[in-house]
């Protein structure tokens, strides 16, 4: 075994690995860029070198800074992780040629699943079944149409070179199918370099069925059981679990066999898994993940097995540890990808500082696999990934129910989570019932993303009591903010106070009196009684009426965040005193709508501008959005050049009304 390994790589699957190679007693050496001197993979590993700036393509992704670190530390191994260089065949003979172990499957097995059209070909020849089209090298659209025709409408069109959805079509009927085909084309070249195109039967209503599998260098190879991950959104993975709803043992064992005869066909070794799509009972071969997935602990839950530890051993030369026959599954495991992103509009990245984040405790029963800490930020160059939360259960409800109650416990503030999004797939009747295929989060997604509701009166409370002990308490640390406000009671000479909110657009107004050690809250009219105190931890517990909670109330300046069990609420205070700062500062500064790169600058500081003219144009999520002059007036500072990368909230010009 290895005395010393690097991990290529960074947040929750850096900390991942760390956690085996520490059990086993391998030494671990992080890499890291500029963005991540102080992140939690550096902190956990026992070495840690600088390999650039905070661009992946500067650090992250680049082999030579890689390989320098990893022949400076004298690691014997390089862990790849997932995502980043885990599949790239260039690096793998790059550690090679430095004399350094990949801790993955050789090249020659990268290379041969990077192609889609070139896998197929190779798997139909190993025997695995096909999805019925047409993958060969005629590229004229007579050709094509033909081969769709043969197939059978609705067919697919998909990028020989593809993958992640890029440069696939569906075509319903044949008097579509050029425009179609012509347009998957130019996708294709501009996103693989590369126009080829194979033509596929395409399925409805498919489920998205992974197996794992492992191989060693004597010539074994197993599977590890399925993961089903059919809750997707945009090719995203949003819901994995195992054992797949539904599966019969005859399939699983043929769905077995065909994975491991994949793997057999490219000569793989190591952890790597086999994608189909089923429908019915019938399976097909999508393609082959040659790296260990994130997924990768639903696996580990129902099969009791470490599979950073196998992979470890694997690339130390050993034999696999288990038989076919002596791998047992029991019980099920549901795993979830909680992300710092906005489902209300339409699943943005959001960046910005994890302000509080605690998790559920270990009575929860819950595996979380993190790489990042209350304090950090969540920067716009990588991916926005908080955790993966993973539960097991002796079957699937106990499962889900666990997995729900473990992320209500969730306390994230400062930035928004999908966190009531996976709450509300995880108690969705159908999915519930497993009756769901790769549609179920576009079918419900009405659903599943409902309008926001009005923060209830238990979150009103939570607000206002907050504010009402901090200003009691040692106040803000600004002693003109309102919040620094001791002698509140006396202001209007009165024993009460009216607490001015507002949700959006809409007022929001308590009034609150004091009684002894309690309060009268007046919540919009409707008197309740209630009590506050702060936590230990910092959270407040109210009782509101004789219901007890606990909820995270955070503030930013005059912005208050509630989170509860069921959900998180912004209210803004309005202080009826101060003059509108927020107001009057809203005309001055145009800011980044969401994280983004700057496109285009298209006025200079000084520019006289006319309402509405463009000034600036801001690419995100591979869209355009304008910035534009909310009034005639002056730029007056132009604060970022094209190319820039900016946060949500960022001012990128400062702006003055004309008058
Ligand atoms: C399909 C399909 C239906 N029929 N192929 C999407 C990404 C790529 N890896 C394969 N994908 C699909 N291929 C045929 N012949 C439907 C999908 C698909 C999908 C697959 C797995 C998980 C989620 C999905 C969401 C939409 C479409």
Not at 191 to 199: K, P, Q, S
Request: net charge neutral; aromatic share 6%.
């Amino acid at each position: 075994m290895f005395g010393k390994i690097l991990i290529a790589n960074r947040g929750e699957i850096a900390c991942r690995v760390i956690r085996t190679a520490r059990r086993l007693g391998i030494r671990t050496v992080a890499v890291y860029s500029e963005a991540d001197a102080a992140a939690l993979h550096v902190a956990q590993a026992d070495e840690a070198y600088p390999i650039g700036p905070a661009p992946a393509r500067e650090s992250y992704l680049s082999i030579p800074r890689l390989i320098a670190a990893a022949q400076r530390s004298g690691a014997e191994a390089v862990h790849p992780g997932y995502g980043f260089l885990s599949e790239n065949a260039g690096f793998a003979e790059a550690c090679a040629g430095a004399g350094i172990v990949f801790v993955g499957p050789p090249p020659s097995a990268i290379r041969a699943m990077g192609s889609k059209a070139a896998a197929k070909a190779l798997m139909e020849r190993a025997g695995v079944p096909l999805v019925p089209g047409y993958h060969g090298e005629a590229q004229d659209e007579r050709h094509l149409a033909q081969a769709a025709r043969h197939v059978g409408y609705p067919v697919l069109i998909k990028a020989s070179a593809g993958g992640g959805g890029k440069g696939m079509r569906v075509v319903e009927t044949p008097d579509k199918f050029a425009a179609s085909l012509a347009s998957a084309k130019r996708e294709a070249a501009s996103a693989f370099g590369d126009d080829r195109v194979l033509i596929e039967k395409y399925l409805t209503r498919p489920h998205h069925i992974e197996m794992q599998i492992f191989a060693d260098r004597h010539g074994n190879a197993i599977h590890l059981f399925e993961r089903d991950c059919s809750i997707q959104r945009r090719h995203q993975k949003v819901v994995e679990e195992a054992p797949a709803p539904g599966m019969s043992d005859e399939r699983r064992h043929a769905m077995g066999e065909a994975a491991v005869a994949a793997a057999c066909a490219v000569g793989y070794v190591g952890a790597g898994t086999v994608e189909f799509i089923a429908e019915g009972h019938a399976f097909y071969f999508m393609e082959m993940n040659t790296r260990l997935q994130v997924e990768h602990p639903v696996t580990e839950a129902i099969t009791g097995l470490d599979l950073v530890d196998w992979q470890l051993r694997v690339a130390a030369g050993e034999k696999l540890p288990l038989r076919q026959e002596d791998v047992a599954a029991r019980g099920h495991a549901v795993e979830v990808r909680l992300y710092a992103e906005d489902p209300a509009r339409d699943f943005l990245p959001v960046t910005g500082r994890l302000r509080r984040l605690r998790m559920p405790d270990a009575a929860s029963g819950l595996r979380i696999d993190t790489g990042v800490r209350e304090g950090d930020t969540v920067s716009v160059h990588y991916d926005p990934m908080i955790a993966k939360v993973i539960a097991w259960g002796e079957d699937r409800g106990t499962a889900l129910r666990r997995l729900a109650a473990g992320l209500a416990r969730y306390r994230i503030a400062g930035l928004t989570t999908n966190r009531d999004f996976l709450l509300r797939v995880l108690r969705q009747p159908d999915f519930v019932a497993g009756a769901f295929d790769t549609g179920f989060i576009e079918r419900h997604r009405a659903e599943l993303l409902p309008v926001p509701a009005p923060a209830p009166r238990l979150a009103l409370a939570a607000a206002s009591l907050a504010l009402l002990l901090e200003q009691a308490g040692a106040g803000s640390g600004d002693p003109h903010s309102p919040w620094h406000r001791r002698d509140f009671w006396r202001l209007n000479g009165a024993s009460w106070r009216d607490l001015q909110w507002a949700e959006g657009e809409a007022p929001r107004l308590v009034r609150a009196y004091w009684r002894g050690p309690r309060y009268r809250l007046e919540i919009e009219g409707e008197a309740s009684d209630a009590a506050a105190e702060i936590t230990p931890a910092g959270d407040l517990a109210i009782d509101l009426d004789g219901r007890r909670a606990e909820l995270t109330v955070l503030r930013q300046g005059d912005e208050v965040t509630v989170v509860g069990d069921d959900g998180s609420w912004r209210l803004l205070y309005i202080d009826p005193v101060a003059p509108r700062a927020a107001e009057a500062a809203a005309g001055g500064r145009l800011s980044a709508p969401m994280p983004g790169k700057v496109a285009q600058v298209l006025a200079a500081a000084g520019a006289k501008v006319k309402r509405g003219q463009a000034l600036m144009v801001l690419e995100a999520m591979k869209m355009e959005h304008t910035i534009a002059a909310p009034a005639d007036g002056t730029v007056e500072r132009v604060n970022y050049a094209p190319g820039d990368l900016v946060e949500e909230g960022a001012e990128l010009i400062g702006f003055a009304v004309e008058g």
